[in-house]
């Protein structure tokens, strides 16, 4: 799986958007970005992933740059239960592949 | 539909007993995956395995891990003679048989091992 690069942490107001990026500049044509997140205690939740078109669920979006050399993840409307680490994953989406864990974004939501 | 459900939630073992952790994946799912998570550190694979059989096994311990997904029933995470530092957070997924588009893995909230 190609390496993702995400900044340490983040702050968000509540209510406003959050923009998460990631950089994921040798993904391969056949490598989906997904987005996972960790509450703290609590299993990685799935977000949303996609290949090169914009992808939006009830959830968020996932902008993907033209060279899907770059991602950004949007929560449009940021609460206090949206702090957490957020995951940047690359992905072949078949056959047998796994997901590796990087480091993540930390996202603090404050009132 | 039920999601990843993992028992026990909690689990305290003395050194050198035997833990086994349980996994029933989501309805549908044939892929199994356990994860570990050491205190403060990040989620690091251990092994995916298909019904009665091991995809992939390069994440576990060469010793005293071993992990199962019969035909019948739910996947186990077994950890023989348990020491101080298998104290983490164990989390099962699953996947549906990997199609386009359809292989998501979905995550169980975690089984929290203790060792004292």
């Known amino acids: 799986d190609a390496k993702t690069t995400q900044p340490t942490s983040m702050d968000c107001a509540e209510g406003r958007a959050a923009n998460l990026p990631c950089n994921h500049s040798?993904?391969?044509?056949?490598?989906?970005v997904y987005w996972y997140r960790q509450i703290h205690s609590q299993g990685p939740q799935y977000i949303i992933h996609?290949?090169?078109n914009n992808e939006t669920n009830e959830m968020a979006s996932l902008i993907i740059t033209e060279d899907r050399k770059s991602s950004t993840l949007i929560l449009p409307h940021a609460t206090l239960r949206d702090t957490a680490v957020y995951y940047c994953?690359?992905?072949?989406?078949?056959?047998?592949?796994?997901?590796?864990f990087g480091k993540g974004t930390m996202l603090l939501v404050s009132p | 539909n039920a999601g990843v459900m993992q028992n026990p939630r909690h689990l305290v073992r003395r050194r050198g007993q035997e833990a086994r952790l349980r996994c029933s994946p989501m309805k549908g799912h044939s892929h199994v995956y356990w994860y570990r998570q050491l205190p403060e550190e990040g989620l690091k694979f251990m092994v995916y395995?298909?019904?009665?059989?091991?995809?992939?096994e390069s994440g576990m311990p060469k010793e005293r891990f071993s992990a199962e997904f019969p035909k019948e029933g739910p996947s186990i995470l077994r950890i023989q003679q348990v020491v101080r530092g298998d104290s983490a957070a164990y989390f099962c997924a699953s996947s549906p048989y990997g199609q386009t588009g359809g292989n998501t893995i979905y995550f169980g909230e975690g089984s929290w091992l203790t060792v004292v």
């Open positions: 996609g290949l090169k």
């Open positions: 994953i690359v992905r072949v989406n078949s056959g047998y592949s796994t997901l590796t």
């Open positions: 395995l298909q019904k009665e059989n091991i995809i992939d």
């Open positions: 040798t993904i391969s044509g056949n490598e989906y």
